[in-house]
């Protein structure tokens, strides 16, 4: 099975929960110490490959999927596509992972827990923190900054690299739709 439809609840669509689920599950990949792998069915959102089962005999071809080129650019310029959209979103987490030295391989990693709900990791190099929060359900969330967070509760500004949206003041709520995950940076 691939590792995209693992994370859905349709085997015969793709929902926007779905893709959600599985780009917070990349992400968080991201986020962790080391260099992340990235595989290439999960890049382009690959789904199960059955045709390939029937053809070959081998359960194992579910998820090795071989595409034709001119295939797989057809699925990826259609912008609507789920393959287009979690390529695109995919690469650009994986820029700017890339632009911020905290997601360095060897930069400092604390894993902060705020229960089953979240999973939250702060990574710093020198004097730049990131503090990664990630919803892991599939509902709307506020999480609201306590003594657990106490390095976002002061009066300064904090944004969110992967969106660009600032959190303002002391007491911060951070509402993160169902599996959303912010890299706030402070």
Same mark, same amino acid.
Not at 14 to 26: E, G, I, P
Not at 63 to 75: H, I, P
Not at 98 to 110: G, I, L, N
Not at 146 to 162: G, P, Q, T
């Given at each position: ?6 994370? /859905?609840d ?8 779905? +893709?959600?689920?599985f ?6 990949? +991201? ?12 890049l ?10 029937? #053809?070959?005999? @081998?359960?194992r071809?579910?998820? @090795?999927?071989?595409?034709? #080129?001119? =295939?797989? =650019? ?7 596509s ?8 995919y690469l ?12 360095h ?7 902060i827990?705020?229960g ?7 990574? /710093? ?8 929060i990630?919803?892991f ?5 506020e ?6 967070? #106490? ?14 949206r600032r959190?303002m003041?002391q ?16």
């Amino acid at each position: 099975i691939t590792y995209f439809d693992a994370l /859905g609840d349709d085997p015969e669509k793709v929902t926007d929960l779905h +893709m959600a689920r599985f780009l917070c599950s990349q992400t968080v990949a +991201m986020e962790l110490r080391g260099v992340p792998a990235v595989y290439f069915h999960s890049l382009t959102a690959t789904r199960n490959n059955y045709a390939g089962v029937e #053809e070959t005999g @081998r359960a194992r071809t579910i998820n @090795r999927r071989k595409w034709q #080129e001119d =295939e797989l =650019e057809a699925l990826l310029a259609d912008r609507r596509s789920p393959a287009a959209r979690i390529c695109k979103e995919y690469l650009q987490r994986l820029h700017h992972r890339s632009q911020h030295k905290v997601f360095h391989p060897d930069a400092s990693q604390q894993i902060i827990d705020l229960g089953p709900d979240w999973f939250v990791v702060e990574r /710093g190099w020198k004097n730049n923190r990131v503090l990664c929060i990630s919803n892991f359900t599939d509902q709307y969330r506020e999480l609201k900054v306590d003594k657990r967070l #106490e390095r976002l509760n002061h009066a300064d500004s904090c944004s969110d690299i992967l969106t660009g949206r600032r959190y303002m003041g002391q007491g911060k709520v951070i509402a993160l739709d169902a599996y959303q995950t912010v890299w706030l940076q402070y």
